[in-house]
């Protein structure tokens, strides 16, 4: 799916015929590399389009039905495996359950502030890259779908995200300079072909939550997830770039998350999710699905990084280039 989709990438729209037909999607693996591929490229349209790809495939009706035959693959299983929380509490015990940090957690982000080498913190920064560099562009998508306090809560964290009216300060910047201070390219995409399907199912479930209406709800469980789970664990990897001694925009990314993500996280409990529920009392179950998806795919992904470390295998599948020699 994802070669045949190359393939007609390659070409004018308009003239594509069977792309695929849906019960390829049907019966591909959910979370594997082609059907993980495919969505991503069909996504990256709708952010900042491909290199020597025309524009108009965005909105090409038979792109858009290979998409949706993917996303239906993606979503039934993803409500098949992810959800933990039901009834009419759900979405407040999701969000609660985040809140219990373990003393000593067994996550990515504890390994690496534990024993993690420089080599392992530049795999991590390049897979992270393709969420990063577009950090907060998916959410943005949810704001007309938003109103009242949900909308103006979440629209305060965005305005943050991309820098308070300073491109300088924008997170998507902040990571293009810690990428540089690990000797990594900051190119946007740069590493997509790196990647692999467990990374890209993360990136790729915010763009079909952010991309359809009926899913705001869990897009806001997701937004929620995030924001609630970054500042300890952004201070983790903080820790662990300062012990291999990597410059201070590694370090300055992280650390600005510690701090921002605080206060994101009061603004989204508060106002972004209590204020859709109040609105929508009907979508706590997706506000819940969206964080129990959130937590169960960042759970593969870090199972999928930590085991191929475990086997002294790279977690990419070409690694990064090596770093320059220190002078
Ligand atoms: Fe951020
Ligand atoms: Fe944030």
Known sequence: MSEALIGALGREPGRASAL????????????????????????????????GVDDGWEWDPELLR???ALEARFLD????????????????????????????GKGLSFYLKDEGELWQLREYAALRSLYHLKEADPHAWVIPRLTGRAKAGLVAVEYDEFGAGRAER???RLYAELMEDLDLDPAYGHYL???????????????????????????????????????????????????????????????????ADAVHEQ???????GGLLADEPGLGDD???????????????SDAVLSA??????????????APEAA
């Open 20 to 51: 695929c037909a849906g019960d390829e999607a049907g019966r591909a693996d959910p979370y594997g590399d082609d059907l993980q591929l495919a969505l991503y490229l069909c996504y990256e349209l709708h952010y900042r389009g491909l290199d």
């Open 66 to 68: 290979l998409r949706g």
């Open 77 to 104: 299983a993803l409500r098949a495996d992810a959800p933990v929380h039901a009834g009419p509490r759900a979405a407040q015990e999701a969000l609660d359950a985040l809140l219990v940090e373990p003393v000593h």
């Open 170 to 172: 924008a997170h998507q």
């Open 193 to 259: 072909e790196a990647a692999t399907a467990p990374l890209l199912a993360t990136v790729n479930l915010m763009s079909v939550l952010g991309l359809h209406r009926a899913l705001r709800g869990g897009l806001v469980g997701h937004f929620a997830a995030l924001e609630i789970t970054s500042s300890p664990g952004s201070r983790r990897i903080a820790q662990a770039l300062e012990r291999v001694g990597a410059g201070p925009a590694a370090v300055g990314f992280h650390a600005e998350h510690v701090e």
């Open 267 to 273: 603004v989204v409990r508060r106002e972004v999710v």
């Open 287 to 301: 506000v819940a699905f969206g964080v129990d998806a959130t937590v169960w795919l960042e759970d593969r992904f």
């Open 309 to 322: 470390w475990g086997r002294g295998a790279s977690a990419l599948r070409e690694p990064p280039e090596a």
